[in-house]
């Protein structure tokens, strides 16, 4: 094996991460793709070709409405992607920072009142309160000011709201070892400002384990987009997307069109099996203590 790849499996933790990273950079590059290498319209119908069995023009077939199930798959690897990744980003904007305050201001009210907040809402699983939000706010577009959002940046918003709790919990956690360290208590003997300690010391001291929660994060945002679309409170049609894939497929779960719940079945599980991989890699190769440091022939 070449040595240059050897040494990357490796650092991943071994052939699970490579794995896990290959999977991840393939939808990934599949995502970003998708009008040049989607072989059809996903939207585009074609009544005379509808529950098309795979053959050499349609790889997965077509669905009711004689649509390429191919594209509509690749096309929802970006609804998917667009959804676990940005509400990352939104859940470690918001719970860092809640954390990071909760931890340096330790034992006051300003902790107390952040973590009863936190604690509160983690109570309830996260799918439950996306279905219950949704269903209670509607679906469709969200109109602010002059701008129209189409209903996955709600439920992305809504999702990256409630990854705070989690993630302000994993920075409070590690914040707060750090806060005491003697490197901060230097630092406020020096005069630095509260916000320059929290951000420019405390935070890089925090960012493994967040980089690991983040990346498994992404997967289960992605089985909570698939599942909130599934029940028609996600993403609406036409726009392409696992779950509504996976919802329009219920009525021929039993008349022999198996493809129509087996390829996007297949995408999520393969998804979320991929971030899995890739965030236990991260873990091992993030926390030396966690390593098992085999040798790859």
Known sequence: MNRGIRRLVVRLGGWSGAVGASIVLAIALAALLAPWIAPYDPVSLNLERKLQAPDAAHWFGTDQAGRDILSRAIWGARVSLMVGVLAVVIGLVGGVGLGLVAAYYSGGLVEQAIMRTVDAIASIPLLIWAIAVVGIIGVGPVLIGPFRFANEFKLLVLIGFLYMPGLARVTYTVAQIEAVADYVRARRVQGARDLAIMFG?????????????????????????????????????????????LADSRNYLFSGEWWLPVFPGLAISVTVVGFNLLGDALRDMLDPRRSTGRLIA
């Open 201 to 245: 010391d405390v935070l890089p001291n925090c960012l493994s384990p967040l980089i690991v929660q983040g990346t498994l994060l992404v997967a289960i945002g992605i089985v909570v987009e698939a599942s909130v679309s599934f029940v028609g409170l996600g993403v609406q049609p036409p726009t392409p997307s696992w779950g509504t894939m």
